[in-house]
């Protein structure tokens, strides 16, 4: 392999005759070639600033009316009344002839044309604002679609009609209303409700009147001045104390993963696939610089806010003692791989050239070919990623601050991505029950050194070319990733392929320099460092129960058939699932996005409703009939998506609670309400991942062309973390997760819950004698797992 010395531009010895320097032509290409490449993305950049700035506007458009105005003057009609004379006047004749009557005639129209189309430009998107404000369509039920709304969409269509870039509409989003205190508060004591007896509720209630009253109204001025100061009053904040000053692992705890499709073959060739993948995520990266992307749209008309995506790459979570930083290069030509123990640095570039998927993996196999030994400390040097904060950044800052380890932490830190070459085999075999669950058990924290957790995603590569992130969550949330991941897969199956021995398209370039090999030098203390971290998350790693699994008897096709939202069914499902584990109700977490803000990330939908639970007490109550369940299901399924729309336009609750309370931490006030609000545990964390972002193939002629979605770890210790996909017409994937450590939770129990309880929901709204024998089996099974667990204990 390529030592270190291999990529200096130049070295020098001291010898008695002087200096002796020693100039490196191929690196000095490499640098000059790289400045090369940099200018252009400069360049495109600025074009594309200009574009995005000028929006719905063009220069064709500016030149139209310059032209336009031009003609009227030359045919004696002032469509200016005036204005253009009184220009011309501030116009000084100079000393040249150049400066005539006529020529200060043109440039006075010039300004005032440049001028109109400029006025033309910042109405239009405050017109686009103001549009893009209205939420009412969010309301109306399907199929009821009222005069306004439809008034509003042709609108909307009319000011966005021409092909936008990825952040084209930015600026014309609105920002994130901050709801009322009232409002919040009655909405948070209704959340509660159904979770509390009288007399706590009553102290609750007490508390909330208490705060409305005396603190709310001086903290909410300023989040009020926040709001008018800032993009979003609420998406800075969260980044840092919910993720970056967290002093806990992430691992497990924050990071989440995403899978492979599991229904359809590939090449088991894993260097091969890595070069198809790797070459797709750098054709993705490239079309994000030059803002090539189509913006996610809803409906598609309402655009969504894009923000999330800069941060995607070349990206890199920092440790501090006291809160972590977000790193983030504009840009990198190289990846960072982990192979048995040893990290590589691999160019993605010859030249200004990105390099073919052959040449990907020739280099990726050169590694997995190479047998030099690990160097003392390096094999875990990851599990630093992996285990305490605080440690990790004393750890850096006191043996990767000087001489190969700080060259070789930069090399991974600067990286594009992070990738590792992984030693086992994993998939989903439909035959075998808990070939999904250790397929993501290996993507979530795999053996606890072999990710880099600290970036922004690592790409997990299995021995047999099945795939997978592990992402951190600071930078960016879930559906920013899965966009990603939608276009690198439908590209590695649809567009790039592989020949008939499993390897890529085309003939490897063998003149290519080598991967490069980091070298470290890793002293004993520090040695004990990285293996005191490897044993917290070990720890952490060994106490989490993860089940995986695909739920076959239905999709959402057959939900709609009961007039049912898909995602309010599952949620109904789970609440049922959790009183018939537990015998009682937790609150809830779902996660809903506020992206139709700028800026916007997320906010909580509190599933455990009033309505839900009275559903889920009349399908333990014998005495209910049929009708009388379906009233309550359609009642409670309303509710849920009342609430999910809430969310989305800006009046959840959670999120201006939490923001409450950090004013109230910088002010040095303490509530007793806030104090409560945030202390309270989420033990049913859930969360739907995002499909079909991106419409790279018909997902009815290739069914099967299906990601299993993805999961993460459980959010309170005696809770469980729930992540579902409700994957096309006709299956769902469940990833539930809690840990071992906790007597309250267990995992394959609760799924299995899960899916007796789905498949009795659906019976009950749509009957069908092909579930009863399915219904009828997993009960036997839910039984007998029942029994084992109770002599277990």
């Not at 990825?166 to 909405?187: D, E, G, M």
């Not at 003392?376 to 006191?398: C, D, M, S, Y």
């Not at 239905?554 to 018939?580: E, M, N």
């Amino acid at each position: 392999m390529a030592e270190a010395h291999q990529a200096v531009a130049f070295q020098f010895t001291v010898t008695p005759d002087g200096v002796d320097f020693q100039l490196s032509r191929e690196a000095l290409k490499h640098v000059y070639l790289s400045g090369i490449n940099s200018w252009k993305k400069r360049f495109i950049r600025i074009k594309n600033g200009i574009l995005r700035g000028v929006y719905p506007g063009s220069p064709t458009s500016w030149l139209v009316v310059v032209m336009a105005t031009m003609g009227s003057s030359y045919c004696n009609v002032d469509i200016s009344m005036g204005m253009i004379c009184h220009i011309r006047k501030y116009i000084p004749e100079g000393c040249s002839n150049y400066l005539t009557l006529q020529t200060r005639t043109l440039i006075s129209v010039g300004i005032f044309a440049t001028g109109v189309w400029v006025t033309g430009i910042f109405l239009f998107r405050q017109t686009l604002k103001l549009l893009l404000s209205y939420h009412g369509w969010m309301f109306e039920m399907h199929g009821q679609t009222s005069r306004i709304t439809k008034i509003w969409a042709i609108c909307v269509r009319l000011l966005s009609n021409r092909r936008p870039m990825l952040y084209t509409f930015q600026t014309s989003l609105p920002k994130l209303p901050v709801p009322k205190v009232s409002a919040t508060i009655k909405r948070y004591l209704e959340s509660v409700r159904p979770l509390l007896d009288d007399e706590e509720y009553y102290r609750m209630e007490m508390l909330a009147k208490d705060f409305q009253e005396r603190t709310a109204p001086r903290l909410q001025k300023y989040l009020v001045l926040k709001s008018w100061w800032a993009t979003n009053y609420v998406s800075d904040w969260w980044e840092e104390y919910i993720y970056l000053r967290s002093r806990g692992p992430i691992m497990v705890n924050s990071n989440y993963y995403v899978m492979d499709f599991v229904l359809t073959p590939h090449t088991e060739v894993q260097a091969a696939r890595l070069g198809n993948v790797v070459h797709a995520m750098i054709m993705y990266r490239r079309k994000l610089d030059r803002e090539e992307i189509k913006p996610v749209m809803a409906l598609g008309i309402v655009p969504m806010c894009s923000y999330q995506m800069e941060r995607m790459f070349n990206t890199t979570r920092i440790p501090g003692k006291e809160t972590d930083v977000l790193q983030h290069l504009v840009d990198s030509r190289h990846v960072a791989v982990y192979h048995k123990g040893r990290f590589y640095k691999v160019w993605l570039y010859q030249g200004t050239q990105l390099l073919k998927p052959r040449d990907l993996e020739m280099q990726f196999q050169r590694i997995l070919d190479d047998t030099c030994p690990i160097q003392p400390g390096e094999e875990k040097l990851a599990a630093l990623t992996a285990g305490g904060r605080v440690q990790w950044a004393e750890a850096r800052q006191t043996y990767f601050n000087t001489g190969k380890n700080k060259a070789s932490l930069e090399a991974i830190e600067k990286a594009a991505f992070f990738v590792t070459l992984d030693e086992e085999s994993h998939s989903y075999d439909p035959e075998d029950e808990a070939s999904l669950s250790l397929y993501g058990k290996a993507l979530l924290h795999g053996n606890c050194y072999n990710r880099w957790f600290d970036k922004s995603f690592t790409l997990v590569a299995f021995k047999n070319g099945k795939l997978g992130l592990n992402t951190e969550h600071a930078w960016a949330d879930a559906p920013i990733v899965g966009h990603l991941w939608e276009f690198v897969l439908a590209t590695d199956a649809f567009h790039l392929d592989y020949n008939e021995t499993g390897h890529c398209q085309g003939k490897p370039n063998h003149s290519l320099a080598p991967p490069q090999r980091l070298q470290w030098e890793i002293p004993e203390e520090c040695q004990k460092v990285i293996e005191s971290s490897y044993e917290v998350a070990k720890a952490l790693a060994d106490d989490v129960e993860l089940y995986c699994f695909q739920f076959l008897p239905f999709g959402k096709g057959l939900i709609k058939k009961c007039r049912s939202s898909p995602d309010a069914f599952v949620q109904i499902a789970l609440q049922l699932a959790h009183f018939r584990d537990k015998g009682n109700f937790c609150l809830t977490y779902e996660a809903s996005m506020t992206r139709m803000f700028r800026d916007g990330r997320t906010e909580t939908v509190r599933s455990c409703t009033a309505e839900a639970t009275a559903f889920v007490r009349a399908m333990t109550d014998s005495g209910y009939m049929k009708p009388d369940l379906q009233d309550l299901f359609r009642k409670a399924a309303e509710k849920h998506q009342h609430l999910y729309r809430l969310a989305m336009t800006g009046a959840g609750i959670d999120r201006h609670l939490f923001c409450l309370y950090v004013v109230s931490k910088y002010l040095g006030l303490h509530s007793p309400f806030l104090a409560q609000v945030l202390s309270e545990p989420w033990r049913l964390s859930t969360s739907q991942t995002a499909q079909f972002q991106i419409r790279m193939f018909d997902p009815e002629k290739y069914p099967n062309h299906l990601a299993a979605g993805g999961g993460f770890g459980p959010v309170a210790d005696d809770g469980y973390g729930v992540s579902y996909m409700i994957a096309g017409e006709n299956t769902i994937f469940f990833h539930i997760s809690s840990k071992f450590s906790s007597s309250e939770t267990n995992t394959h129990l609760s799924c299995l819950l899960v899916f007796v309880l789905c498949l009795s929901l659906l019976h009950q709204g749509h009957p069908s004698p092909g579930l009863a024998p399915h219904i009828g089996h997993l009960r036997l099974l839910l039984d007998s797992e029942r029994s084992g667990a109770s002599a277990g204990l």
